[in-house]
Nanobody, 124 residues
């Protein structure tokens, strides 16, 4: 059983930056595909970014491409999401997710493990 804990959310002004972290425990982190999803009030959970086991391959939603960066440090069992040039529409609860099977998916239904979420609010 994999346990995921997100941190790093908060209130930031438009154009600002945040770095989210997700610490994993209870499994072999380097075997897991890791992803970030987000969910805004009244909306469905949507894919943000994903990264392969080794970190060599990354995938992004079109809405965040060029502004967000996903990365991982397997030695620390941690995946990160760097958020830059933030917009009010990025406001959401951000969730870390893990999947033990390939290929990388953008569907939340494919992910086996989820964190509790961290709130990101972009507002002036």
């Amino acid at each position: 059983q994999v346990h995921l804990v997100e941190s790093g959310g908060g209130l930031v002004q438009p154009g600002g930056s945040l770095r989210l972290s997700c610490a994993a425990s209870g499994g072999t982190f380097s075997w897991l595909i890791m992803a970030w999803f987000r969910q805004a009030p009244g909306k469905e959970r949507e894919f943000v970014a994903a990264i392969s086991w080794s970190g060599d391959s990354t995938f992004y939603a079109d809405s965040v491409k060029g502004r967000f960066t996903i990365s991982r440090v397997n030695a620390k069992n941690t995946v990160y999401l760097q958020l830059s040039s933030l917009k009010p529409e990025d406001t959401a609860v951000y969730y870390c997710a893990a999947d033990a099977t390939a290929p990388i998916s953008r569907s939340p239904g494919r992910y086996d493990y989820w964190g509790q979420g961290t709130q990101v609010t972009v507002s002036s």
